[in-house]
């Protein structure tokens, strides 16, 4: 029996993976969508004490999963917050609830998988862009930003 051929597997050095810096928080964009060939993207946030991260949305076709590498991370999951610890998890499908914030005064790092792989690192660019600018937007110009990243706060 011959072995299929070989897909080509790929490795980032951690100095090769690209960081950004949103406030007080570093992302780091361990796999892109385009990396993966859009199957899901793989991201580590790092996060300040008291990070405000994201406020509850959901996303019309991206699923996504929140893994507590440290610290205790609030985590929206559709009807309350609760707190994660290091080795919690939490998966929202699709039209899914979410958020998740950082409010324990101390560091706190998760992952987060999101599928399909869609390009959310354009999105997080320009959150740090908006962030660092103090852009101020109104209501309908912040809704039709967050629409164009499949983005839906509640």
Not at 23 to 31: D, N
Not at 91 to 111: D, K, M, Q, T
Not at 112 to 126: C, H, K, N, Q
């Amino acid at each position: 029996m011959s072995l299929p051929a070989d897909p080509g597997s790929t490795f980032l050095a951690a100095d090769d993976i690209p960081t950004l810096r949103i406030g007080a928080t570093t992302a780091r964009f361990v796999a892109t969508g385009s990396l993966t060939g859009g199957r899901f993207g793989f991201f580590r946030w790092d996060m300040a004490r008291s990070s405000p991260g994201a406020a509850p949305h959901y996303h019309r076709v991206i699923s996504e999963s929140f893994y507590v590498l440290s610290g205790a991370v609030e985590l929206h999951d559709g009807s309350a917050w609760v707190t994660g610890r290091a080795g919690d998890f939490l998966y929202v499908p699709e039209l899914g609830v979410h958020g998740f914030r950082n409010v324990s005064g101390e560091p706190a790092s998760i992952l987060i998988v999101f599928a399909p792989g869609e390009a959310r690192e354009a999105y997080f660019r320009e959150v740090a862009e908006r962030v660092a600018a103090r852009v101020d937007a109104g209501p309908e110009e912040r809704a039709a930003f967050l629409a164009r990243h499949d983005t839906y706060e509640v």
